[in-house]
């Protein structure tokens, strides 16, 4: 029986002494959200999206070997992206099959905007995958429309309103799905003045009644050529009294990094710049 509190995030105490590796084998995305840009970059930026490379599963399985010798107190094998892993399901599923096999007592993590992710509840949760990370930062369409440009189904992408509807749609069965197979689920919301901060109450009290464990919610990051790259960054003074209002509702989160698409090491001492040549090495 693995030791679910062994996760740095979802547990705060532990987050000094376990760590995590982000394994980057999701590239694509099936959804565009407002304020995401994905570059692919070495060491010089830090926030999800961004990676040095792209492992294919077999890859990503050597380099969580050769991670594990340098760092043996990674107890979390996730994949963050630096797209969707269910917009890669077959990559993200391979590559759980692999670390399963090689690396049974690892954490097993997914981060993912719960577009995709109905079909795969079964497959993820027979694989053993403990924690499951949902972003949600709306359970009102009008709102979400504002934060999302499009949403991709199969070979149909919805704009507006209509997408933003069908997205909220696929998170909330997502999160009751991961909860009916007793996975353990936090919920990223991303604050945006102006857009949603007033509305990250009504988002904690639905992902509170739906079961999920934790919210995290996470200001915003202004990127270069995105739609929201003049929106300021919003400080602690925004953001603490919204994580004390959504308390009494669900546990709150308060020590998220923000990390990259291939981040390592525990939380505090991120090892992605010096862990970047083995990276690229497993990638060729
Ligand atoms: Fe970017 Fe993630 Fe949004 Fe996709 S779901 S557009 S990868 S932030
Ligand atoms: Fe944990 Fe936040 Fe980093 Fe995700 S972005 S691995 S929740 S610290």
Not at 99 to 106: C, T, Y
Not at 192 to 217: F, T
Not at 259 to 284: F, I, M, P, Y
Request: proline fraction near 6%; include cysteine; charged fraction near 20%.
């Amino acid at each position: 029986m693995k030791d679910t509190t062994k996760h740095p995030c979802f547990n705060k105490e532990n987050a000094g002494s376990c760590g995590r590796v982000h394994l980057p084998v999701a590239p694509k995305c099936n959804i565009q959200c407002n304020y995401c840009n994905r570059k692919y970059d070495c060491v010089n930026e830090s926030r999800p999206g961004v990676t040095s490379s792209i492992l294919k599963p077999f890859q990503a399985a050597e380099y969580m070997d050769a991670v594990l010798e340098k760092e043996p107190r990674i107890t979390v094998a996730g994949i963050a992206g630096p797209g969707d892993p269910f917009a890669n399901p077959q990559e993200v599923l391979e590559t759980m099959r692999l670390l399963n096999k090689k690396h049974p007592h690892l954490l097993f993590c997914l981060s993912t905007n719960g577009m995709g992710i109905l079909p795969y509840l079964d497959d993820i949760a027979e694989l053993g995958v403990s924690h499951v990370t949902i972003t949600m930062s709306a359970v009102d369409p009008a709102i979400g429309a504002k934060i999302y440009s499009w949403v991709q189904d199969g070979n149909t992408i919805h704009y507006g309103e209509e997408g933003a509807k069908l997205l909220l749609d696929r998170q909330l069965k997502a999160i009751k799905g991961l909860k009916d197979r007793n996975i353990i689920v936090k919920i990223n919301s991303i604050a945006i003045p102006g857009i949603n901060d007033d509305h990250l109450l009504e988002v904690a009290k639905v992902a509170s009644e739906l079961g999920a464990d934790i919210q995290n919610i996470i200001p915003l990051k202004p990127t270069a050529d995105t739609l929201f790259a003049d929106i300021e960054e919003p400080n602690h003074s925004l953001i603490g009294p919204l994580r004390k209002a959504a308390t009494p509702y669900i546990k709150q989160m308060t020590h998220c990094k923000r990390c990259r698409a291939d981040a390592v090491g525990l939380l505090s001492k991120d090892q992605s710049a010096s862990l970047c040549g083995t990276l690229q090495a497993c990638a060729q």
